[in-house]
């Protein structure tokens, strides 16, 4: 009797797990994946030799503990798997790379990622990477890199693609998706079935602030692969930045003023001429003394708005003549008349 309740409870014990398990059956575990992994596959399409093939998987966390990624192992050496978010706090974004190792290996290839969690729970999810490495074709480097630009600056980098094949090999053009990227290409070698290109990517002056990464498409004569990606990156550095770049003032009444310290940073000595934001009065005091670093508190007042709130504060400066920068920050609040 004794060993029959035993055994009773035991497999009551092992259908409560299994029900409330997040991998229990596949539906279950189709279910998880897809709300912790909104993307599980990517084709890199064609690419040529050592050049720099990622692709970045966002991982969402929508529980309410931390999520842990234990490990990742991949199915095919063509492929490492990279980490960048071990831990991803309870509501928020990390995120894993998979890269493509197109200096070792060519021809169609493809590998299975198995990513597997402990944290808040044990569960396996498998994402998919799958492309093409043309062996015909090498970027040197792999990826063309600026570094970084002083916002307002031009610069220009280049690199070289060598192609072994066809005698009549010819690129045909390259194409850009951002306006102040700009691309040519001239012919440097040709003979024996051998062709060497130089290209030329310019970075123009109105590049906007920050970190940018993006793909050139090189088109060549190809019939069946035409259009090859080359990689390019780089952070444009504004002349002034200000934090925080986001100022929440939470929620305050019509008329009621919120006081947030701001720091205002450049690269050359500047006096803040005035402090903008549509909708709110922004009153501060600041040095008349040209400094490079400014430290002040500014006292933000609603005029005549009410509701969720979202304004662009910007800060206009003056190197003390008739240079003017401006920096920009995002200001959010809930203005309520109770």
């Known amino acids: 009797m004794l060993q029959r309740c035993w055994n ?3 497999t009551a014990a092992v259908g409560f797990f299994f029900a409330w398990s997040p991998i229990a059956g596949s539906a279950a575990a189709e279910t998880w994946a897809d709300r912790v992994f909104p993307v599980k596959k990517h084709d890199f399409g064609t690419v040529a030799v050592a050049s720099k093939t990622e692709f970045t998987f966002p991982i969402v966390n929508p529980y309410d503990s931390d999520l842990h990624i234990r490990t990742v192992r991949a199915s095919c050496g063509c492929t490492t ?3 960048e978010s071990e831990y991803v706090p309870a509501g ?19 590998a299975t990622l198995t990513v597997v969690v402990d944290k808040p729970f044990y ?9 093409y490495i043309r062996k015909d074709m090498v970027f040197q480097p792999g990826e063309l890199e600026f570094g970084r630009v002083e916002a307002g600056t031009a610069s220009t980098e280049s690199a070289t693609v060598f192609y072994a094949g066809r005698d009549d090999w010819k690129i045909t053009d390259i194409k850009t998706s951002h306006p102040w990227l700009r691309a040519d290409f001239r012919q440097t070698e040709r003979g024996r079935g051998k062709v060497k290109y130089e290209l030329s990517v310019s970075l123009r002056e109105d590049a906007p602030a920050g970190a940018f990464r993006d793909q050139l498409i090189v088109v060549t004569d190809d019939r069946s692969m035409p259009r090859v990606p080359f990689r390019v990156s780089g952070e444009v550095e504004s002349a002034l930045n200000v934090a925080p770049q986001s100022i929440s003032l939470g929620s305050l009444k019509p008329g009621e003023t919120v006081e947030q310290r701001l720091v205002v940073r450049g690269r050359e000595p500047f006096v803040i001429a005035a402090i903008e934001c549509d909708g709110w009065k922004a009153d501060y005091e600041a040095e008349s003394t040209p400094m490079k670093l400014h430290i002040l508190t500014v006292r933000f007042t609603p005029v005549d708005a009410e509701g969720p709130q979202k304004a662009k504060v910007v800060i206009r400066t003056t190197d003390g003549g008739s240079r003017e920068t401006t920096a920009n920050a995002l200001l959010t609040a809930v203005v309520r008349d109770e």
């Open 81 to 83: 798997p990279i980490v």
């Open 92 to 110: 928020e974004t990390g995120s894993l790379v998979a890269r493509f190792n197109t200096d070792t290996f060519r021809g169609q290839r493809g």
């Open 123 to 131: 569960a396996e999810a498998r994402l998919r990477v799958d492309g």
């Open 8 to 10: 009773v409870a035991a």
